[in-house]
């Protein structure tokens, strides 16, 4: 006669320990597997990561030219070619906070708080256009007093949200802010939050 398959004094099945181990090597296995790293998460709005942009390392510099300067408004226009690349921006931003720090940006700009304490650039503006049309006083004066300017401050200017989606390129310099001097993006973002279609913070 066959022997029964449960016998008295013996237990049933698996150990419990070889059960709850087997239940944490599998759920170890399924957040290893299926859940994403959260440093790969990325937020609603982009920070300082530059997204899909890849910089490239051996871009050319890109020329620019200096087409106009506001100094009530401590704001300055600059014009590259419509060829240039994002990463060209990138690199034209990066050499503008390099020469800030290394206080030579007066060699390439023009000074924004001339005979200022902190220096001639203590508090800029610096809006990169590939489009010289938008690069005029006007539209800097639009894109510096903001989206949420009333208005009749520019009733006949071109409007901020066709004037935000011109910028190439935005450096921001504020010395008196001395945890976030700079603030450097591809597009433009004013300080309510409203931002270009394209825009990136770099720095």
Request: proline share 8%.
């Amino acid at each position: 006669m066959e022997q029964d398959q449960y016998q008295e004094g013996r237990r049933a099945g698996a150990h419990p320990i070889v059960v709850i181990l087997g239940a944490i090597v599998g759920l170890w296995l399924f957040i290893w597997l299926f859940v994403p790293n959260p440093k790969h998460r990325q937020g609603t709005v982009p920070e300082s990561v530059p997204g899909a942009i890849v910089e490239d390392p051996d871009a050319a510099p890109v020329m620019f030219k200096v087409h106009g300067t506001i100094q009530e408004m401590n704001a300055i226009s600059v014009v590259v070619p419509p060829q240039a690349t994002d990463s060209q921006v990138i690199g034209l931003l990066k050499r503008f906070r390099d020469a800030r720090l290394s206080n030579t940006l007066s060699t390439l700009l023009p000074p924004t708080t001339p005979k200022h304490k902190l220096g001639e650039h203590a508090v800029a503006d610096i809006f990169i256009f590939s489009d010289r049309r938008y690069a005029t006083t006007d539209v800097v004066r639009v894109l510096a007093r903001g989206a949420h300017a009333p208005g009749e401050f520019y009733p006949r200017a071109v409007p901020f949200e066709t004037a935000m989606e011109q910028v190439r390129g935005h450096y921001r310099i504020d010395l008196h802010d001395t945890g976030n001097p700079d603030h450097g993006s591809l597009g433009f973002a004013d300080e309510s939050g409203v931002h270009s279609k394209h825009y990136r913070r770099m720095f």
